[in-house]
C-alpha cells in the first residue's frame, strides 16, 4: 500500500487565496438541493472514470491546494479519498463527519434550493449515527486518508 506525507509547508490557515478545492461527491440531484458555499460537484463515480478525473491533475500534490472531499457519511467519504490518495494525491482531505454534521454546525455556509433546516439537518445526523458506527481516527497508521474538520464561522 503506498505511503502518504503531510505536505511541507503546509498552507496557512488564513489568505486572501482560496487554498481548498472543496467537492461534493454526491450525485449532481443532491448537490442542486443543497451544498457548502464554493464546492464544486464531482460524483463519486468521477473518481474511477479517468478522462474525468485527470480535471483534478492541476491540483496534484500542490503545496498551496488541500483538496477536501465530503459525502453523506464518512464511509462513502473515507472510500473516495482512499482511491483518491491511491491515485497519487497527498494533498486530499476527508471532512469530519459529514456533510450533515458541517451543516449544521454551519447553516450560514449553506446554498441551494432547498437547503434543509437545522432540525432536519439534526434528524438525519442522529439516524446517520444511530445507523453506523463511530468512524475510527482518518490518519491511519498506513496513512491514506487525513481527516479535516473545516470550522469557518
Avoid at 15 to 38: A, F, G, N, T
Avoid at 60 to 82: C, F, P, Q, W
Avoid at 130 to 136: L, M
Wanted: hydrophobic share 35%; with cysteine; proline share 5%.
Amino acid at each position: 500500500m503506498r505511503q502518504g506525507k503531510f505536505l511541507d509547508p503546509l498552507p496557512p490557515n488564513e489568505s486572501d487565496c482560496p487554498k481548498i478545492l472543496l467537492l461534493d461527491l454526491r450525485e449532481q440531484s443532491e448537490y442542486r438541493k443543497w451544498h457548502i458555499m464554493h464546492a464544486i460537484n464531482f460524483p463519486a463515480v468521477n473518481i474511477q472514470q479517468d478522462s474525468v478525473f485527470g480535471q483534478l491533475a492541476q491540483f496534484k500534490n500542490k503545496t498551496n491546494k488541500l483538496i477536501v472531499v465530503y459525502s453523506h457519511d464518512e464511509r462513502h467519504g473515507t472510500h473516495a479519498a482512499k482511491v483518491i490518495f491511491e491515485k497519487g494525491y497527498d494533498n486530499i482531505y476527508l471532512l469530519t463527519g459529514s456533510i450533515c454534521v458541517f451543516a449544521y454546525e454551519n447553516h450560514n455556509l449553506l446554498e441551494g434550493i432547498e437547503i434543509p433546516t437545522k432540525k432536519e439537518l439534526k434528524q438525519q445526523h442522529e439516524i446517520a449515527t444511530f445507523k453506523q458506527p463511530e468512524p475510527k481516527n482518518m490518519q491511519s497508521s498506513k496513512g491514506f486518508t487525513k481527516s479535516m474538520g473545516l470550522h469557518l464561522k
